[in-house]
């Protein structure tokens, strides 16, 4: 069971310095959304926790970026389930793992709606993405843009959010029908946009 916070100091009172508090201290002023201690726990980390990140997930600067923006946000969430006693960079590591597997799993989503949505290009359903689906695919997004709201609500939900026709019909408060209809001529005008585009 987690022990109570240190005792709070507040960092805005002159001649506080923030390299000589405990990270109990630390910690218990970010809690109370100082933001000069959110800052200090940031800066204190921010080296460690990005080369962290480096090696977890192989992407580009603005995705790193994003991991990293995610990983401290967390931790500012989180703060009141740090351990009074622990360390913080060990416990950051841990939220930055978590933060990792989380973007893993949904960029894994997405690549399958991807080869998904590039299936319905070929007659036959595959896997990969050949460089002609990549082409095609560059073009989806104002294809989808250019869709009716009503079909290019149900095909986003149920096609790239992954949701069943029956939570899509709950969310659109429509009936089941109505969504496997939409989706069906949703996928049929993408096709048609995403051709038109590339002629």
């Not at 218990?28 to 980390?45: Q, S």
């Not at 989180?78 to 939220?95: D, K």
């Amino acid at each position: 069971m987690a022990r109570a916070l240190a005792p709070i100091v507040p960092l805005r009172r002159r001649g506080t310095d923030v390299a000589d508090l405990s990270d109990d201290a630390l910690i218990a002023a970010c809690a109370t959304g100082d933001p000069v201690a959110r800052r200090a726990l940031f800066e204190h980390h921010v080296d460690a926790i990005h080369r962290f990140l480096r090696r977890m997930w192989r992407g580009n600067d603005e995705a790193i970026a994003d991991l990293l923006q995610t990983t401290f946000l967390s931790a500012y969430d989180s703060l009141s389930r740090f351990r009074a006693g622990g360390r913080v960079r060990p416990w950051l590591y841990g939220i930055a793992a978590n933060v990792v597997r989380a973007h893993g799993r949904r960029e894994g989503r997405r690549l399958r709606a991807l080869a998904a949505i590039a299936s319905w290009f070929r007659d036959e359903p595959s896997t990969t993405l050949e460089p002609w689906d990549r082409e095609r695919l560059a073009r989806l997004p104002d294809a989808l843009l250019a869709l009716p709201h009503d079909l290019r609500a149900a095909v986003v939900l149920v096609d790239l959010e992954g949701q069943s026709a029956r939570e899509a019909a709950f969310a659109l408060d429509v009936p089941e029908g109505t969504i496997w209809r939409r989706v069906f001529h949703g996928r049929r005008r993408l096709r048609e946009l995403v051709e038109e585009s590339g002629r």
